[in-house]
């Protein structure tokens, strides 16, 4: 039986093991900067099979009115199976939407049928400024 609830205990080994099995490098070389980002995040949930750890969703912002999805990651061999679509779908119950993701097909494709337009699709534009990205661009 798989279960979403809550994550509120840090355990760095299941989510640096989390991370780097998605390919999410920054966050697994700077394994001090992910624990930070974690204890300041406004909502975190895990996916879990028992107490394995499948996946997360971690999102910021003022907890009212906008958040901001910071992370959704399933290990690989859960994907394709409804486990982030619940993910989303557990946040997307409260707040209002923007977010930002890699231009892949497969990720374009996902957020689509979650009812995600793109930018360009509601003729606005979305600017960013970065230091470092978990984007491929």
């Known amino acids: ?3 979403i609830r809550e994550y509120n205990k840090y355990k760095e080994d299941e989510i640096l093991n989390l991370y780097k099995r998605v390919g999410w490098t920054n966050y697994v070389n700077n394994p001090f900067m992910l624990k930070n980002a974690y204890a300041n995040s406004l909502k975190i949930f895990g996916t879990y099979k028992k107490e394995k750890l499948l996946g997360i969703i971690r999102v910021v912002g003022d907890g009212y009115s906008i958040i901001f999805i910071q992370d959704i990651l399933v290990l690989p ?3 394709h199976l409804g486990i982030g679509t ?3 779908k557990k946040i997307l ?3 209002q939407k923007i977010l930002l993701t890699d231009k892949t097909e497969k990720t374009i494709q996902f957020y689509k049928t ?3 337009k793109m930018d360009i ?3 606005c534009r979305a600017f960013i400024q970065m230091v470092a990205t978990n984007c491929i661009l």
């Open 86 to 88: 619940a993910l989303l």
């Open 121 to 123: 699709e509601i003729e």
């Open 93 to 95: 119950e409260t707040y």
């Open 77 to 79: 061999e859960y994907q």
């Open 114 to 116: 979650m009812g995600f």
């Open 1 to 3: 039986m798989i279960t």
